[in-house]
Nanobody, 125 residues
Framework: QVQLVESGGGLVQLGDSLRLSCAAS????????MGWFRQTPGKEREFVAA????????RYADSVKGRFTISRDNAKNTVYLQMNGLKPEDTAVYYC??????????????????WGQGTQVTVSS
């Protein structure tokens, strides 16, 4: 289990950029695959991106592919989500999640064990 704290959310306009950060604590952080999810009121939690613990494999939802980039710095115990070309439909609470390390990057939130508190991203038109 790893403890996660997201930051970097805010209110931006269409086309703007944000970089979310997820600070992790726990001595086994580097062995966790990490994911970003988002959720809006009344909707299920939606997969956004995931990265393998080695940092050499990434997966993205079609809705964000080409606009968002997930990365991690294991030395800093931090995973990032660079969001470019933001759209109003990107508005959501964004959550960082940790899952077991392995070759498979799961898109289901049920495959992740630890979650941060979330950070709000609001994109106005």
């Amino acid at each position: 289990q790893v403890q996660l704290v997201e930051s970097g959310g805010g209110l931006v306009q269409l086309g703007d950029s944000l970089r979310l950060s997820c600070a992790a604590s726990g001595r086994t952080f580097s062995r966790f695959n990490m994911g970003w999810f988002r959720q809006t009121p009344g909707k299920e939690r939606e997969f956004v991106a995931a990265i393998r613990w080695t940092g050499d494999s990434e997966r993205y939802a079609d809705s964000v592919k080409g606009r968002f980039t997930i990365s991690r710095d294991n030395a800093k115990n931090t995973v990032y989500l660079q969001m470019n070309g933001l759209k109003p439909e990107d508005t959501a609470v964004y959550y960082c999640a940790a899952g077991s390390g392995g070759s498979v990057l799961y898109s289901s939130p049920y495959n992740y064990d630890s979650w941060g508190q979330g950070t709000q991203v609001t994109v106005s038109s």
